[in-house]
């Protein structure tokens, strides 16, 4: 093998680990430790889900602010709070999460399984 192949090689293994790996900042949480936090007063909520999923079936903590309208949203959102993030399995709350990280914040959470999990 030569170097550039070793070098496509690293890139790639190097692009996997990021992509899968938590980042620092973001924890993972259960529905129920994300139930015990409705009761703090200093802890933001977010579903990123579109708006008529969020019509559908929705937790009233959280409000609505649909993933793809998240950064055009932020001046609404104070850094210096939790902040819970929420979809429908995971994956879009999972995104918002590190979309929040690079934007400064500092404390979030994703609701494990999203609302797919809620009992």
Request: hydrophobic share 40%; glycine share 6%; charged share 25%.
């Amino acid at each position: 093998m030569d170097i550039i192949q070793w070098i496509i090689i690293i890139l790639i293994a190097l692009f996997v680990i990021r992509h899968f790996l938590p980042t620092k900042g973001i924890t993972t949480i259960s529905i129920e430790q994300t139930k015990n936090k409705f009761k703090d007063k200093n802890v933001q909520f977010i579903d990123v889900r579109t708006p008529g999923e969020y019509k559908a079936n929705h937790r009233q903590q959280f409000k609505n602010i649909p993933l793809s309208n998240l950064l055009s949203k932020l001046d609404q959102l104070d850094k210096n709070k939790e902040i819970v993030v929420i979809c429908q399995s995971g994956m879009r709350s999972s995104k918002a999460a590190k979309l929040l990280k690079r934007q400064g914040f500092e404390k979030i959470y994703n609701v494990k399984g999203g609302m797919s999990a809620w009992v």
